[in-house]
């Protein structure tokens, strides 16, 4: 594992070699220009997306205490990274009933973001504090901090990189190994750029993706930035379990032993299974 060698923070020379990095990233030449070209109109993909209306085909209980901002499975056990200044945590779920495996909490100075597993290792972001956290799968132990100059947001893999998002219109592909930005990616729904892109997950060769503030899940094709399917989950949630703390739709979960996807919200009381529109 070359993170914790490589990234281990050391002041300010590591973040502004991790500014350099994100700044070459965005730089449209060679063989990544295809990929920056900053999904300007005049050059965007104008791929009309294809609509649908989420289907439930299970409802679970879900810690309405936890502002959920990643969400994954890793060999059929759901894990679950929290956020919020003072109650962030990162969580082993018993996604049938609800109840809580095991759980680890962070101090209140950051405020954790999307998380995945890559390998052997879980990576979990922090929102401003420019730090991912990289702990061991099997005994949650730290083995090493890696750094990046944007918020982080969402975080997923496609089994070869890394995949973040800032909360932009962009999706950020990252080398595990160093969590440098080796390529980035503009997303854009009917042509137009589409921003508040946040927690993410890699399903069947797409990155599904939570839109901030919206009941919509969009699907985006990796390797151009373009939505090919909207999916409306608006009225998941009944207005009878929402409460004053109830917020926005985030968390998407794939479960590659069976197939299924999970999808719940922050500070929800339910967990979801719904049909991918997509088979």
Known sequence: MKVSKL?????????LVMVLAFLLCSVNKGAMADNLTGGSESSADKTIAKKYKVKVLATFPH?????????FFN???????????GESSFRIVDYKTGGLKKR?????KYFLEGSCIFGNNIY??????????????????????ASYPTEGWGLTT??????????????????????????????????????????????D?????????????VMIDPKTGVVKAELDCSGILSASLKNADTDVLNGIAYNQLDGSIYITGKYWPRLFRIANPLR
Request: charged fraction near 20%.
């Open 7 to 15: 990234h281990i923070k050391k002041g300010a020379v590591i973040f």
């Open 63 to 71: 810690d309405r205490h936890s502002y959920t901002q990643g969400l």
């Open 75 to 85: 060999k059929g056990v759901m894990y679950e990274s929290a956020g919020q200044y």
């Open 104 to 108: 680890w909490n962070f101090n209140a």
């Open 124 to 145: 979990i972001l922090t929102w401003q504090e420019h730090s991912c956290f990289v702990y061991s799968a099997d005994k949650f132990k730290k083995v090493g901090v």
């Open 158 to 203: 496609n089994g070869k990189e890394m995949i973040m998002s800032d909360g932009s219109s962009t999706l950020y592909f990252m080398d595990p190994a160093s969590f440098y930005c080796t390529r980035r990616v503009n997303v854009t729904l009917n042509g137009t750029p589409l921003k508040w892109i946040n927690e993410l997950e890699y399903i």
């Open 205 to 217: 060769g797409l990155v599904w993706a939570n839109v901030y503030e919206t009941d919509k899940i």
